[in-house]
């Protein structure tokens, strides 16, 4: 195993996200090999003993813990904005359980995806999702921000954090749909969730799903990045055309470098279908660039 390499600040993580069918830590190892040591853990394939392995790993690595992971060994739709009783259970003890492990490899913080006004099966996560009935927008908030508040002030008697990633809404969806069915799209939705926070919630921003809600709702992206300033204590790159989220590479040109914050600890790399040593590149650019603006 390489020797541990300690980040400079910022720490600039790389997500596991895009190794759908590999074991996280599989991937750590594979990243540390190519000089990544700051990983981001998302998804990938359930294994008996990950945890374990993490755990060891994270002598080595620096990690943080996002959304569905650990995965679970029997998948289930994870939406703390659910009408389903059976379906929030199960949300509020997979954040604990992230929640424990984020503090077992050392980072204290763990963030996810907002929640959403429909229950997709199983078998279609991932993929397209059918059309259905909505939830009442305004109660799915409703419970989300109640949810959330409750599972801060645990989180915050471990002194760990939360951080909430905005969703990203396509024209696709917005057609199929005929309205929104996801939480946290839009800068206005935004700050009133917010604003209900507790100081141990934040806002992880994940420009590429602001660019493409940004396309598909009609507001302004750059001032969009600009209202949100106050909130944001992490950050999600990658890039698109607009029209979805295609985690792509980005560039020196790429459109969040002039407002982005430079101030912070955790920003993750969520570049997919590519080798590692392209994923280092895309490390040392954020690092290079985060030093520059």
Known sequence: MTTKVKEEHPCVFVSTGGYYSSSAADVAIEFSEKNIFAVELSGGKYSSNLLNRLKKLSKNVHFRVHNYFPPPKVPFVFNLASSNPDIVNKSIEHVKASLSLAKDLGGAVYSFHAGFLIDPHVDELGKKIGKRKL?????????????????????????????????????????????????????????????????????????????????????????????????????????????????????????????LKTNLDYYSIEVYRTSVEKLKEQQMLVKKMLNAV
């Open 135 to 259: 939830s009442n927008r305004n109660e799915a908030l409703e419970r989300f921000i109640e949810l959330v508040k409750s599972l801060a002030a645990e989180a915050d008697r471990n002194n760990s954090k939360l951080l909430i990633e905005n969703n990203v809404l396509s024209a696709a969806n917005l057609k199929l749909f005929g309205e929104n069915p996801l939480l946290l799209t839009s800068p206005d939705e935004i700050k009133i969730f917010m604003d209900r926070m507790p100081e141990n919630v934040g806002l992880l921003l994940d420009v590429a799903h602001l660019k493409v809600s940004a396309a598909s709702l009609g507001f302004d992206l750059e001032d969009a990045h600009r209202q949100l300033l106050p909130y944001i204590k992490a950050y999600h790159l990658s890039d698109n055309d607009g029209t979805e989220d295609s985690n792509m590479p980005f560039d020196e040109q790429a459109w969040f470098w002039k407002d």
